[in-house]
């Protein structure tokens, strides 16, 4: 069975940077999509960025696009998040998320793809604040 375990979450100001990664164990991640997902308070969860097993495709929510960098490394069983120029609006929980599909998974819009992933993690908090 996969587990994920999320990790580099944090308290950070305003135009800083954090990543985030996610560890797999109990499964290799290579036939997996992953994505990031976020839930602040009071707010419905949303998708972050996602990318193929095959690390040939990434996708990214327009409010992190140029900001949000989502990375592999299948040998270290390990997704990262690299956020950059944070902002108080980037605050939440961020949970990692797999799921083994044959469909393009992350060519499809960020908002649809919640459903297909069957693996979660535990979330890890981000606060952007000064």
């Known amino acids: 069975q996969l587990q994920l375990v999320e990790s580099g979450g944090g308290l950070v100001q305003p135009g800083g940077s954090l990543r985030l990664s996610c560890a797999a164990s109990?499964?290799?991640?290579?036939?997996?999509?992953i994505g990031w997902f976020r839930q602040a308070p009071g707010k419905e969860r949303e998708g972050v960025s996602c990318?193929?097993?095959?690390?040939?495709?990434?996708n990214y929510a327009l409010s992190v696009k140029d900001r949000f960098t989502i990375s592999r490394d299948n040998a270290k069983n390990t997704v990262y998040l690299q956020m950059n120029s944070l902002k108080p609006e980037d605050t939440a929980v961020y949970y990692c998320?797999?799921?083994?599909?044959?469909?393009?998974?992350?060519?499809?819009?960020?908002?649809?793809?919640?459903?297909?992933?069957?693996?979660w993690g535990q979330g890890t908090q981000v606060t952007v604040s000064s």
């Open positions: 990318i193929s097993s095959s690390a040939r495709t990434t």
């Open positions: 998320a797999a799921a083994k599909v044959a469909r393009q998974l992350c060519d499809y819009g960020l908002e649809y793809i919640g459903p297909y992933f069957g693996s």
């Open positions: 109990g499964l290799p991640l290579d036939d997996y999509h």
